[in-house]
């Protein structure tokens, strides 16, 4: 199958549904924080290796987060409790911690230096965001990162250093994102562990749907910990 090869001065995409069986849309072109937007707003996503050329990818199924079917366990309750969080205090902290946190099965990162300095600029213009746990000591112990897209939440990566660190650091976003009148979560690639916590495989073409819509309305808020709503949250 030919896969399309994007042209650095051009900032269009192919149709994501004319993507390999793999769900690669295509290669090449650049990480300009310009072509990461448009292709978020299409449902696409980089994801490759420093070795390899820069794959653009729009998998079928998609994992999503609809915000009401987050599993709060009682477990997890507890552990919400024992932590402190904030929201964009360490973005680029968080970024390295991720890419840098050995995950079971995995061999390296796509979060590479390049990547980097593009959601740094990303986060400067309050389109990238990071939620972080801190323990008693302040020490950072777990965090989470992702693009906002009209509606939704694309998340890009966690790391946890600590038990439940980055579970915790999931749910207060859940709770901050019902509050603020998001819609879903994208999860991007399925895995087990965020069907554990509720994710679940949706059609592409009812993701771009959903997507679509969402695209339709920006959301107006302050990205900041509301702690009574973190309350109200773990009762």
Known sequence: MY???LDKHTLT???PCDATEDGIVAWGGDLNPSRIIRAYQNGIFPWYCDQDPILWWSTDPRLIMELDDFKLSRSLKKSIKKFTYRFDTSFKEVMQQC?????E???GSWINKELIESFEILHGMGIAHSVESYDKDQNLVGGLYGIVVGRVFCGESMFTHKTD???AAYAILICHLKEWGYD?????????HLKSLGAKEVARDYFLMRLQASNMEKIEHRWEIKENLILKFTV
């Open 99 to 103: 890419a840098t946190t050995k995950r």
């Open 184 to 192: 879903f979560v994208d999860c991007q690639v399925p895995t087990q």
């Open 165 to 167: 660190a980055s579970k």
């Open 105 to 107: 099965g995995q061999e």
């Open 3 to 5: 896969l399309p090869q």
């Open 13 to 15: 995409f192919p149709d």
